[in-house]
């Protein structure tokens, strides 16, 4: 019986390892595999940070998976399983997509991806993911914080900066906070809320900045503007 099967983890715990590891054990048996990512850092690739990769579809957001899947299977006769990396970018739609796969095809669907975003908040896609699932898997490869703890968070930096605000997809470094870049880097816990808090801080100074210079301000805006005719110059007729 088919099943979908969603397997999740930090940056660096191994997802893409394990996803390409899933792809060539099928194929090397003889089964029809297709392989999807999206915002890999090989575009039309699943890469590993260990130096392994291979050819894959890329999943852009109108892309309709089941569609995919069905097409596949018209045209080659069968797929036995779909390797899904990145999905914590998918749709929920797309999501939805897979589960049909599963229940309406009967086609294994084996998908990797991160719980949370750089804010500290289930990516849309993880989070129907886990709500579809047949099985929920922690990868257990312990990424580690700078300070040795175990890390828990996905943090983003913009000049060296920890930031907790932004658009939710953009491309970075993953080594770890550089200035002038947008990185990323692994953080347990307590120093994700750490930096998530100073960063909130620098926002709110800048709101209170706004605050004061429109406390005062004595024009009252509020209201419609009243205009006194007898004020209105006069315009001048040349001859």
Known sequence: MAELRFTFGTMGSGKSTQALQIHHNLRARGLHTILTTQLDRAEGRVSSRLGVSADAEIVEPHTDLFEMVRRRMARQGSVDAVISDEVQFYTPVQCEQLARVVD???????????????????????????????????IQVE????????????????????????QLKVVGDTGGPTSGEVTYDLLCRAHW???????????????????????????????????????VPTPLKAN
């Open 104 to 138: 309406e095809l009967a086609v294994d669907i084996y998908a990797f991806g991160l719980l949370t975003s750089f804010q500290g908040e289930l990516f849309p896609g993880t989070a129907r993911m886990l709500e579809l699932a047949d099985q929920r898997i922690e």
């Open 143 to 166: 990424a580690r914080c700078w300070c040795g703890a175990r890390a828990t968070h996905n943090g983003r930096f913009v000049d060296g900066r920890q930031v907790v605000s932004g």
């Open 193 to 231: 809320l750490d930096g998530a808090r100073k960063a909130r801080g620098s926002q709110l100074e800048l709101l209170d900045v706004d605050e004061a210079r429109s406390e005062s301000d004595d024009v009252d805006h509020s209201g419609p503007v009243e205009v006194n005719p007898d004020a």
